[in-house]
C-alpha cells in the first residue's frame, strides 16, 4: 500500500531507472548552464562546489590562527612570572583565541562543511539559495579577516570572549577594542543566520525523492538541527550585542546598575545564545561521526531512529541549561536547581549516541583506516569531556571548579572530541570529493596520534590545575603555588598538539589539489549519494532513494545516474534548476529556477563588512555610504530571482511534468522568510525578556508609561497597515482587478506602519523618557529602535516590489515576491504593535 | 505540521514546562508560591506526556507503512524521554534538605 | 607524593567545603567507572571475538547503555547534588557575625560589621576569622564583576554591581587559607589574591578587641607620617588617626600586619614594601597605584618602616 503526503503517486517511481538514450545535446546544455566563470570572474560564482571551498578553507585558516594564539598562551604560562606576552597582549590573545574558534572557526567550519557537502549529500543541484551562500561566505571572509586582523594593531577585544559588562562598558574599557567585538561578531552572526537559512530549506525541501525523514544521512540530520538551532539562539547575541554597543555608543544603561540596569541581564542573554552554540558545534561534529562509523563499517548505524531523537532532544534541552555558567552569580536555589536537573538532563542523549557509535562498530567491520581512528579517538575525547560535564552540572561541584582551569580542560575535551576530531575525519574521508589525490594514510595516522596524545597531554593535567585553585583567563601565576609543573605539561603537550597540525598541513600541500571532474574519488567505499558520478551540476539526473545507503543497495545507481535515467537529466528550461521535494517523505513537488553567477552578493557583502567595520573605527560617513550602497546591491540581486519562465509545467523524466512556478506556502522562498520572521521574532521575545527582566531586577528606577490612549493610533496604524497588506494579496488574486491596484495596497500598508511607529516614538518623546537616564528609558527606546528597523525595512520593500510590478514581474494571481513583502509588513506591524503594548502595561514606581 | 507536532511533541512538552517552572522561580524568587506553581506544571506536563504517548503509540500500531511508523516511534520515545526528563525537573521540588 | 597534593579543593578545612568534596570524589569515581565500562565496551566493538561483537552490535546496548544505564546513576547523582545545594544554600541564621568584602580592581576591600550591620574595621586583602564559627561575607563590587574564592573554605560566589550576595564560609582549624579572584576582570586579574587567616576564639577576640581599639585612637606625627602626606599616599589611602582617609586604595590601618602586598601577590617585608612604593608598576602592571620612582632611597625606607609599624 501506498502512502502519499503531497498527492504525488509513488508508484510512478517505478518508472525510473528510465530505459532508451537521452538526447546528446542534453548533457551539453546541462553543463553550459551550470558551468561557472573563470579567471578573475570565478569570485562571482555561486556553485556549492567553490563557494563551499573557500568556505571550508577559510574556517581552516581561523583554527590554524586561533591555535596559534593558543600556542602562545601555553608559552606565557608555562612558566610562572614569565614576561613572554606582556599582560594587555595575552588578554587581547585569549580573547581573540576563544572569539576566533567558536564564532569564525566552529559554527563557520560546520556550516561550510554543510554548503559543501549538502546539496551532494541529497542530490540536489546546488542548495535553495546560492546567492545567499556566497553572500554568507563573502561577509564572513571579509568581516572575519578584518576582525583577525586588529589584534596585529593592538585593538583586539580584551574583555574575554563572553564579554561581561560593566568590564566591557565605556568606563572601563574606554578603547574601541570591545567595538570591535560587538560590531565584528555582531556581523558574523548575520552570516551565520544566513548560513542556518540556507541549510534549513535545503534539508526539508530539496532533497532528493523517495529520500523521506527516515533515510537522510545523519549529517543532514544533524545539520537540520544545527541550523533550526542557530535560528532560535543566535537572536539573543544578536539583541546582546546591539544593547552593549548602544550602551557603549550612546550611554544607554542596560547593563550599568547605577540607573537601574543588571550586569545579570547581559549573561542571560549571551548564554542563552552561548551554551546552546556549544551543541551548534557539537551536533555537527555528532551527526559527521554517525554517518562516518557506519559508512567506513560497511554497516546501517544502529538505533538510528534514537540518534535521530537524540539530536532533537539535545536541540531542545540546550535551550534549558544556559544558567549552569550562573552557578555563583547568587541566582536563586530554586531556579539554579531546574538548569542544573536540565544539565543531567542533557547528557543523555549524548549517552545514546555514543553506545550507538558503539554498536555500530560492533556491527560493522571497522576499518583501521585514519578516518577511524580520528572517530575512535574523537569518542574517547568526547566520553571524557562529557563526564565532567555531568560533574558541574550538579551545582556545588561547580561551585568548586567554576571559572578554573578543569573548566578549561572540560569544554577542550568537549569540542575537541566532538568536533575537531570528527571534522578531521571528515576532511580525510571526503578529501577525494574534491581533490585529484587522496591524503597520506600514513601520514595521517601520525597526526592522528600526535593530536590524540597532544590533547590528552595537554588537557588531562589541566583538571589537576584546577582543582589546585587555577582560575582562567590569568595571564601569568605566582610561584610556590605547585601550578608550575602541570602548565608546563601542558604547554608541552600543546606544541605536540600543534606539531600534528603542521604535519596535516605538508600533507594537505604535498597531496591537495582542487578538482571538479578529476577527483580521488570514493577512497572509504561510503554508501551515500555525494559519491555519485558529479560535476559543477552535482549530478547527472536526480535519483530515488529507496535505503540509506543507496550506493550499496543498488551497485548501478551510479551508471545509471550518470546516464541520465532519473529526474532531470538535463536541464528543462534551459537555466540553472533543481527539484523542489516535500519535506517529510521527499516528494516531487516542483522544479525551481535558481540563479546563477553574480557579482552583486559579493559587492552587498563587502559593502555589509565595510559598513560594520568603518563603524568600529568611527569613519562614521564612509560607514554610512558603505551602509547605503548595500541596500542596491542586495535588490539588484535579488532583482534577477523569482521570474516565472514561459514554460508553466516541465517534463522532469520518464513523462513526470512538474510546474515551473509554485507560490505560496510550500516554496522554498515563503519557507526561507518565514524562517527569517522567526529569528526577527526571536530578537523581540529577547527584548520582552530583557524588558521583564529589568523591570523586575530595579523597579524603583521606573516610571508610569504613557496613558493607553495613546495606544489607539498607534494600533489603528499598525492594524490598518495589516489590513491593508491582506487585501493587497487578496487583489492580486482576483485577475480582474487594475494591474497597479494590489501593489498600492501594499505601498499604503507600509506608509500605514510607519504612522503607527511614528506615533509611538512622539508618544514616548513627548512623555519625556530619556533614554540616558535608566534602564527602562533604554530598553524603551531600544525595542522602538528595533522597530524602527522593521519599519525601514518595510519602506524599502514596498517601493522594490512596485518597480517589479512596473515591468511585469509580478504575477499574478500569486506571486513569491509579493508574499514575502506581505507576510513581512504582517510581521512588522504584529511586532510594532506588541512592543506599544507592553512598554505601557508595566506600572511605575516613581 | 501536525506530524511535526506529535512527532516533536515530548520535546515540546519539555520545553513548555521547563520555561513554565523558570517563570516560576524567577518572578517568585524564595516564595513557597514559586515551588507550588512549578508543582502544577509538572503535573501537567506529566499528564500531557501521558497522552502524547498514549496517542502516537496508538498510531504506530495502525500506521499505513514503515515511514509512518518510523515517525511515531519516534514521537513516541520522544514522549517518553520528555516524561523522564520533566520527572527530573521536578526533582528540586522534593530534594531534602 | 605528588607535588602539590592534595589540591586545595580536595583539602577542605571547614564544612562548606568538606562537603563538596566528597561529592568531588563521588564524581569522580562515577567517571572513572563509566569510561571504563565506555572504553572496556569499544575494546570489545573493535578487538572483540565475533560473539560478543554480535551481541554488542544492536539497539539492545543502545537501550541499555544509553537510556537505562545513565538514567539510574544520574537520577541517583541529581538528587545527591540537589539536595547538597540546599543544604549548602540554607537560610541564614541571622545572628552571625558579618565581613563585608568587596571587590575592586584589583584588591579587596574588606569591612567587618557589627550587630547592626556598621563597618567596625576596615581592612583589605587579609581577612581574619575565629575557627569553628561560620562567618557571613556580604559580597558586593565596586567596579567590575569579580569572583570571591578560597577553595579550602567554600566553593564560589561572584561580586557584581548593584547586587550583594552572602557567602558563608567557615574553619575548622587555625591556619592561613590562599585565594584568588575568580571571574576575568580586566588588566592584572591574574595578581588579585588575598589570604584567609583562622584563628582560635580566643586570639581572634584579642585581634579584633585591639583593631576596634586602634580604629578610634589618634597617633602622633613622624617623619614617615609627614612623607606619607607629603608624598601624596593620603589621598588615595587611610590610616586611622591620622589625616591619611583617602578611600580609593586599600586601608592601610593593619598594613604592617599583613601577610602580604599587592592584593596576596608579595611577602609583606620592609624590602617588598620599598619595592612596591617605589615602582609597583613593574610588580603588577596595570594595578591604579602610580609608580614614585622621585622618592629617594631614604624616604622609601622611612615609609617603608612607618607602614611596618601600623598593625
Not at chain 1, 506615533?759 to 528609558?777: I, K
Request: proline residues 6%; hydrophobic residues 50%.
Amino acid at each position: 500500500m501506498s502512502v502519499s503526503e503531497t498527492g504525488f503517486d509513488p508508484e510512478l517511481y517505478k518508472r525510473f531507472p528510465t530505459t532508451g538514450e537521452r538526447p546528446p545535446e542534453e548533457f551539453e546544455r546541462l553543463k553550459r548552464a551550470w558551468a561557472a566563470p573563470s579567471g578573475i570572474a570565478r569570485l562571482t560564482a555561486v556553485n556549492n562546489n567553490f563557494v563551499g571551498l573557500w568556505y571550508v578553507s577559510t574556517a581552516f585558516l581561523f583554527f590554524i590562527l586561533a591555535g596559534g594564539l593558543a600556542l602562545l598562551m601555553r608559552t606565557q604560562l608555562a612558566l610562572p612570572l614569565t614576561g613572554f606576552l606582556s599582560q594587555e597582549t595575552y588578554n587581547q590573545v585569549f580573547t581573540m583565541h576563544g572569539t576566533v574558534m567558536m564564532f569564525l572557526f566552529a559554527v563557520p567550519m560546520m556550516e561550510a562543511i554543510g554548503v559543501m557537502l549538502l546539496p551532494q549529500m541529497l542530490a540536489a543541484r546546488d542548495l535553495p539559495f546560492p546567492r545567499l551562500s556566497a553572500y554568507a561566505f563573502w561577509a564572513y571572509f571579509v568581516g572575519g579577516l578584518c576582525f583577525f586582523a586588529s589584534i596585529f594593531v593592538g585593538l583586539a577585544p580584551d574583555g574575554g570572549w563572553f564579554m561581561y559588562p560593566p568590564l566591557t562598558s565605556t568606563t572601563f574599557s574606554p578603547g574601541i577594542n570591545a567595538d570591535m567585538w560587538l560590531l565584528g561578531i555582531g556581523f558574523i552572526e548575520i552570516s551565520a543566520i544566513a548560513g542556518a537559512i540556507e541549510i534549513l530549506v535545503g534539508v526539508l525541501k530539496t532533497r532528493a525523492p523517495g529520500m523521506t525523514l527516515a533515510r537522510m544521512p545523519m549529517f543532514a540530520w544533524a545539520m537540520l538541527v544545527f541550523a533550526g538551532m542557530i535560528v532560535i539562539a543566535f537572536p539573543a547575541i544578536i539583541l546582546g550585542t546591539l544593547l552593549l554597543e548602544l550602551e557603549r555608543a550612546l550611554n544607554w544603561p542596560f547593563f550599568d546598575a547605577t540607573r537601574g540596569g543588571d550586569p545579570l541581564l547581559w549573561q542571560h542573554l549571551f548564554w542563552f545564545f552561548g551554551h546552546p552554540e556549544v551543541y551548534i558545534i557539537f551536533l555537527p561534529g555528532a551527526g559527521l561521526i554517525s554517518m562516518l562509523i557506519a559508512n567506513l563499517s560497511r554497516t546501517g548505524l544502529v538505533g538510528y531512529h534514537l540518534v535521530v531523537l537524540a539530536l532533537l532532544a539535545t536541540s531542545f534541552i540546550s535551550f534549558g541549561v544556559w544558567a549552569h555558567h550562573m552557578f555563583t552569580t547568587g541566582m536563586p536555589t530554586l531556579s539554579i536547581s531546574f538548569f542544573s536537573a536540565a544539565s543531567v538532563a542533557v547528557s543523555l542523549p549524548a549517552g545514546v549516541q555514543v553506545f550507538s557509535w558503539i554498536a555500530t562498530l560492533a556491527s560493522g567491520k571497522p576499518q583501521f583506516n585514519t578516518p577511524t581512528l580520528f572517530l575512535v579517538g574523537g569518542l574517547v575525547i568526547f566520553v571524557m569531556g562529557g563526564l565532567t560535564g555531568v560533574m558541574i552540572g550538579l551545582i556545588p561541584f561547580d561551585w568548586q571548579v567554576h571559572d578554573t582551569h578543569f573548566i578549561v580542560a572540560h569544554f577542550h575535551y568537549v569540542l575537541i572530541g566532538g568536533a575537531v576530531f570528527p571534522v578531521f575525519a571528515a576532511f580525510y574521508y571526503w578529501m577525494g570529493m574534491t581533490s585529484r589525490r587522496p591524503l597520506s594514510e600514513r601520514l595521517g595516522k601520525w597526526v592522528f596520534w600526535l593530536m590524540f596524545a597532544g590533547m590528552h597531554i595537554t588537557f588531562l593535567v589541566m583538571h589537576l590545575t584546577g582543582f589546585m585553585g587555577m582560575p582562567r583567563r590569568v595571564y601569568t601565576y605566582l610561584p610556590n603555588l605547585y601550578w608550575e609543573w602541570p602548565n608546563l605539561v601542558s604547554t608541552a603537550g600543546a606544541y605536540i598538539f600543534g606539531l600534528g597540525i603542521l604535519l596535516f598541513l605538508f600533507d594537505l600541500a604535498r597531496n591537495f589539489r582542487f578538482s571538479i571532474d578529476d577527483q580521488a574519488g570514493n577512497s572509504y567505499g561510503g554508501g551515500t549519494l555525494e559519491w555519485l558520478p558529479n560535476g559543477l551540476y552535482n549530478t547527472r539526473s536526480i535519483p530515488i532513494v529507496h535505503s540509506r545507503e543507496p550506493l550499496w543497495d543498488d551497485p548501478r545507481l551510479g551508471d545509471d545516474v550518470e546516464q541520465g535515467r532519473y529526474f532531470l537529466p538535463g536541464t528543462a528550461t534551459g537555466l540553472r534548476e533543481t527539484l523542489i521535494t516535500s519535506p517529510l517523505r521527499a516528494e516531487p513537488q516542483y522544479v525551481q529556477i535558481m540563479p546563477g553567477p553574480s557579482v552583486w552578493p559579493l559587492l552587498a557583502a563587502v559593502f555589509t563588512a565595510g559598513f560594520f567595520l568603518l563603524l568600529t573605527v568611527q569613519a562614521y560617513t564612509p560607514a554610512i555610504v558603505c551602509g547605503i550602497l548595500t541596500i542596491p546591491s542586495v535588490m539588484r540581486w535579488l532583482w534577477e530571482t523569482d521570474r516565472p519562465v514561459p514554460q508553466e509545467t516541465v517534463d522532469v523524466g520518464a513523462g513526470i511534468c512538474l510546474p515551473t512556478y509554485v507560490t505560496g506556502p510550500s516554496t522554498h522562498g515563503w519557507w526561507a522568510i518565514v524562517i527569517l520572521l522567526v529569528v526577527l521574532g526571536m530578537v523581540f521575545l529577547m527584548e520582552i525578556f530583557s524588558y521583564f527582566f529589568l523591570f523586575g531586577i530595579h523597579t524603583s528606577y521606573w516610571t508610569a508609561p504613557p496613558g493607553f490612549v495613546s495606544l489607539l493610533p498607534v494600533l489603528a496604524g499598525y492594524g490598518g497597515g495589516a489590513g491593508l497588506a491582506l487585501l493587497g494579496r487578496h487583489l492580486l488574486a482576483r485577475e480582474g482587478s487594475t494591474v497597479w491596484s494590489p501593489t498600492t495596497q501594499l505601498l499604503l500598508a507600509a506608509g500605514a506602519i510607519g504612522f503607527g511607529f511614528a506615533v509611538d516614538l512622539l508618544s514616548w518623546r513627548e512623555h519625556g523618557l530619556d533614554p540616558t537616564l535608566s534602564a527602562q528609558g533604554a530598553i524603551v527606546y531600544a525595542m522602538l529602535g528595533w522597530q524602527g528597523l522593521m519599519v525601514a525595512l518595510a519602506i524599502l520593500m514596498a517601493p522594490y516590489l512596485a518597480a517589479r510590478t512596473s515591468v511585469g514581474l509580478v504575477t499574478r494571481p500569486h506571486n513569491t515576491t509579493f508574499d514575502v513583502v506581505t507576510l513581512f509588513l504582517l510581521y512588522a506591524a504584529a511586532q510594532g504593535a506588541m512592543a506599544a503594548v507592553v512598554t505601557r502595561i508595566t506600572p511605575g514606581a516613581v | 505540521m501536525r506530524r511535526w507536532l506529535l512527532m516533536l511533541g515530548g520535546l515540546l512538552v519539555w520545553a513548555a514546562h521547563f520555561f513554565a517552572v523558570y517563570a516560576a522561580a524567577s518572578i517568585f524568587p524564595g516564595d513557597p508560591a514559586a515551588e507550588s506553581l512549578a508543582l502544577v506544571a509538572t503535573l501537567a506536563a506529566i499528564g500531557a506526556n501521558g497522552i502524547l504517548l498514549w496517542w502516537t503509540l496508538g498510531r504506530k500500531r495502525t500506521a499505513a507503512d514503515g515511514f509512518d511508523e518510523w515517525t511515531w516511534r519516534v514521537g513516541a520515545i520522544g514522549a517518553g524521554l520528555s516524561l523522564l526528563a520533566v520527572l527530573w525537573q521536578g526533582m528540586p521540588l522534593i530534594a531534602s534538605t | 607524593m605528588l607535588e602539590g597534593w592534595p589540591p586545595p579543593v580536595f583539602d577542605p578545612a571547614g564544612p562548606y567545603a568538606t562537603s563538596i568534596t566528597l561529592l568531588a570524589w563521588v564524581l569522580l569515581a562515577m567517571s572513572a567507572v563509566v569510561l571504563l565500562v565506555v572504553l572496556a565496551a569499544l575494546y570489545v566493538a573493535l578487538f572483540g571475538n565475533p560473539r560478543l561483537r554480535s551481541r554488542l552490535g544492536g539497539t539492545a546496548v543502545v537501550w541499555i547503555g544509553g537510556i537505562a544505564f545513565p538514567v539510574v546513576v544520574l537520577t541517583l547523582l541529581l538528587f545527591y547534588g540537589l539536595s547538597l545545594t540546599r543544604n549548602l544554600s540554607a537560610p541564614l541564621h541571622g545572628d552571625e557575625m558579618r565581613v563585608r568584602v568587596t571587590g575592586e580592581m584589583w584588591w579587596w576591600r574588606i569591612a567587618y560589621l557589627d550587630g547592626g550591620g556598621r563597618p567596625v574595621v576596615h581592612d583589605a586583602n587579609e581577612l581574619h576569622i575565629p575557627v569553628g564559627r561560620a562567618v557571613v561575607l556580604e559580597l558586593e563590587s565596586a567596579d567590575v564583576i569579580h569572583s570571591f574564592w578560597v577553595p579550602r573554605l567554600s566553593g564560589k560566589l561572584d561580586m557584581i554591581p548593584g547586587r550583594r550576595n552572602l557567602m558563608r564560609i567557615q574553619a575548622d582549624e587555625p591556619g592561613i587559607f590562599g585565594g584568588q579572584c575568580a571571574e576575568y576582570c580586566g588588566g592584572p586579574h591574574a595578581l588579585m589574591g588575598f589570604r584567609v587567616t583562622a584563628h582560635r576564639p580566643e586570639d581572634y577576640a584579642r585581634l579584633m578587641e585591639a583593631r576596634i581599639a586602634r580604629e578610634s585612637a589618634v597617633m602622633s606625627s613622624s617623619r614617615g607620617a609627614r612623607l606619607f602626606h607629603d608624598a601624596g599616599c593620603a589621598a588615595c589611602h587611610r590610616i586611622a588617626g591620622t589625616d591619611a582617609n583617602g578611600l580609593a586604595g586599600p586601608d592601610l590601618t593593619h598594613v604592617g600586619s599583613r601577610r602580604t602586598l599587592g592584593a596576596g601577590i608579595l611577602p609583606n617585608n620592609r624590602g617588598t614594601m620599598m619595592g612596591w612604593i617605589g615602582n609597583s608598576q613593574a610588580i603588577k602592571p596595570g594595578n591604579r597605584m602610580p609608580p614614585y620612582t622621585v622618592l629617594s632611597g631614604d624616604d622609601l625606607t622611612a615609609l617603608a618602616a612607618y607602614l611596618e609599624a601600623q598593625r
